[in-house]
């Protein structure tokens, strides 16, 4: 009874994995053939537009503090005392995964944006500089990496309006985090876009491989027990 619930828990997350991973591959695969065959940079020329026209410009210092939370400089410390905090209190599981999340997202983008090499926009001039390839958005992958991750690890161990409020923050975070990126002019809206999709594609395939293990580990262990009963 225990055996068939544990294998159905397990088929169920599969599909659930599968399914998101299609998901994201395809809505980066999307992104990533109109970027490629430039059929992208009406859409992104016009959003940069919208953006540097309508937004007022005393949002210029907070987007600048905001999209600092995106860099390595920023988000490599605040792992390290949280992944300590958490092993502190126990929740070493949930260590090891925020750690892979960001780590993973980093090491992804770094190597897709040597792989497609796209020059940062020169349409916005905000007076702010960023270096590298721009597709996909390094500051967005990590933002859900990272706080995206962080929030719903967080959430998991709340209860209560807590958790709702933890994860709305948390999303907010990404998203400004991203929106930060095009205010300043240094990234298209299409390497945003393809930056949030990015890490979840990572997070999903790990989340699904610790599923399935934790699944098997299960079934070993009702297996083991039925033979110390027999």
């Not at 949002?59 to 600048?64: A, E, L, Q, T, V």
């Not at 500089?129 to 990496?145: D, L, Q």
């Amino acid at each position: 009874m225990v055996a068939g619930r544990l294998t159905l828990a397990a088929a169920v997350w599969l599909v659930v994995g599968l399914s998101a991973s299609a998901f994201v591959v395809w809505g980066f695969a999307e992104i990533t053939e109109e970027v490629v065959e430039g059929e992208s940079r009406a859409f992104d020329r016009a959003v940069l537009l919208w953006i540097e026209g309508n937004v007022p410009g005393w949002m210029d210092g907070p987007m600048r503090v905001v999209t600092a939370l995106g860099y390595y400089m920023v988000v490599v410390p605040l792992l390290a005392a949280i992944v300590l905090a958490f092993y502190l209190k126990g929740w070493r599981l949930s260590a090891v995964m925020l750690v892979i999340s960001t780590a993973g997202g980093v090491f992804l983008t770094t190597v897709l944006k040597g792989v497609f090499r796209r020059a940062r926009p020169e349409i916005v001039d905000s007076g702010y500089a960023a270096g590298f390839y721009s597709f996909p958005s390094g500051h967005a992958t990590v933002a859900v990496g990272f706080y995206g991750a962080l929030a719903l690890i967080l959430a998991y161990h709340l209860r209560g309006p807590a958790r709702w409020a933890v994860v709305l923050l948390g999303a907010a975070l990404v998203l400004l985090v991203g929106f930060s990126r095009l205010y300043l002019g240094v990234h298209y809206p299409t390497d945003v876009l393809a930056g949030f999709l990015a890490a979840p594609l990572w997070l999903v395939s790990v989340g699904g491989v610790y599923a399935l293990w934790l699944s098997v580990r299960g079934l070993r262990a009702v297996e083991r027990r039925r033979r110390e009963l027999g």
